[in-house]
C-alpha cells in the first residue's frame, strides 16, 4: 500500500514536469514565430516607407526641373526661346497654309520681338550676356518645319507652338512669383499675361484643326 502511493506519488511529479516543460516549449516557440512575424511586418513595413518617399522625391525632382531654375538660367532660356518665337513665327507668316495659322505667326514675331528687347535692355542694365543664337534643339525645329508644306506644316508648328508655350508660361509664372532679382521679376510678370494669351490662342486654333480634321474622317 505504502509502496504504491509513493509510486503513484512519483508518477503524478513526473507528469506535471513534463507538463509543465511541454508549456514551456510551446511558449518559446509560439514567441520566436511572434517575433518573427514582427520583424518580417516591420521589414515590409519599412520597404513601403522608402518606396514611398522614392515616388516623393521623384516627383519633387520633376517639378523642381520645371519651376525651379536660377534667375541666370532662367535670362538664357528666355532669350533663346524668344528668339525662336520669332524664327519660327517668320515661317508660319509665309509657309502656313491656314490664315488663323499666318496670323498667329505674325503675332508671334510683334509680340516676341517687343519682349527680346525688353530683356535685351534689361540684360544691358544688369551686365547680363545673353545668348546670340538658338541652340541645337531650336534649330532643329526650324530646318524640320522649313521641310514641311501645307497642312503638314500648320500641324506641326501649331503642336510645338502649345508645347513650348506650355513650357514658357510655367517658367514665367515661377519667376513671376519667386525670382531674386525685383527687376527681373517685374519682366516676369508684365510677360506673362502675353504668353498667356498666345497659349490660349493657339490650343484655339489647334481645337479647330483636330475638329476638321475629324469631320473629314468621318465624312470618309
Not at 90 to 118: I, P, R, W, Y
Not at 159 to 182: C, G, L, R, S, Y
Not at 187 to 201: N, R
Amino acid at each position: 500500500m505504502t509502496r504504491s502511493l509513493i509510486y503513484a506519488s512519483c508518477m503524478a511529479v513526473l507528469t506535471v514536469f513534463a507538463v509543465a516543460c511541454g508549456s514551456s516549449s510551446t511558449n518559446v516557440n509560439v514567441t520566436a514565430n511572434t517575433n518573427r512575424s514582427n520583424s518580417t511586418l516591420g521589414n515590409a513595413t519599412s520597404s513601403m516607407g522608402n518606396a514611398a518617399n522614392s515616388v516623393a522625391n521623384t516627383v519633387s525632382n520633376a517639378a523642381s526641373s520645371i519651376t525651379g531654375s536660377s534667375d541666370s538660367d532662367f535670362v538664357e532660356d528666355a532669350a533663346i526661346g524668344g528668339m525662336a518665337e520669332v524664327e519660327l513665327g517668320k515661317l508660319a507668316s509665309t509657309k502656313a497654309a491656314n490664315s488663323e495659322v499666318k496670323k498667329f505667326g505674325q503675332m508671334m514675331v510683334t509680340d516676341h520681338t517687343a519682349a527680346n528687347n525688353q530683356l535685351k535692355e534689361l540684360a544691358g542694365k544688369k551686365g547680363w550676356k545673353l545668348p546670340t543664337e538658338v541652340d541645337s534643339s531650336h534649330k532643329a525645329t526650324a530646318d524640320n518645319l522649313r521641310n514641311l508644306v501645307g497642312a503638314d506644316f500648320d500641324k506641326e508648328y501649331v503642336d510645338d507652338m502649345v508645347d513650348d508655350h506650355e513650357t514658357d508660361v510655367k517658367a514665367f509664372q515661377d519667376k513671376a512669383n519667386n525670382a531674386t532679382d525685383p527687376d527681373l521679376k517685374a519682366f516676369a510678370q508684365k510677360t506673362l499675361p502675353v504668353l498667356q494669351k498666345h497659349l490660349d490662342a493657339i490650343k484655339a486654333i489647334q481645337a479647330k484643326m483636330n475638329n476638321s480634321s475629324s469631320a473629314n474622317t468621318n465624312k470618309k
